[in-house]
């Protein structure tokens, strides 16, 4: 029997001024999926520093994490692995200097249908809804966001779409 174990993750929840949020959409395992850009937290790191490096790799520039928004409460078996419990932290966070990499108007605009592919769009605020996710923790995550922006607050950042 595999020994079960926790997928700790970490995601940057990041808001362009006119209060759109970046998604990533991805090609993994067979499977499209649309998420929030961050990932798997590896031995040895902090929430923050996983968060750090994650966007360093996945955007090509440094956040600044500004608070923390959300963490799983829920059990939520992984996607990937039925023997792994998904544990995910969602922080607001800014990218320290303008948004450099190509963002897309289109889901899944990559040059191929290959393991690995990535592309990041701006959903917009009215348009931010469980449905453009694939997982059900960033569903939920997608969900709160709507409460809060419904309930009238706001969220936005330094960068233009």
């Known amino acids: 029997m595999k020994n079960k174990v926790f997928n700790v993750r970490v995601y940057a929840l990041v808001f362009s001024r006119e209060g759109a949020i970046l998604a990533s959409d991805e090609f993994r395992y067979g499977h499209l999926i649309t998420k929030f850009p961050g990932g798997g937290l590896e031995f040895g790191e902090g929430l923050i520093e996983c968060l750090q490096r994650e966007c360093m790799e996945e955007l090509g520039q440094a956040v600044s994490v500004k608070e923390h928004f959300y963490t799983t409460d829920f059990f939520q078996v992984s996607a990937f692995d039925e023997n792994q419990q998904v544990l995910s932290v969602y922080y607001l966070a800014e990218p320290e200097e303008p948004v450099i990499k190509k ?59």
């Open 103 to 161: 963002i897309s108007m289109q889901k899944f605009d990559f040059p191929e249908m290959k393991e690995g592919a990535q592309s990041f769009r701006w959903i917009m605020p009215g348009k931010i809804a469980p449905a453009e996710f694939t997982f059900p923790i960033d569903k939920m995550v997608a969900s709160l966001i709507r409460e809060r922006i419904s309930g009238g607050q706001t969220f936005t950042g330094k960068f233009p779409m």
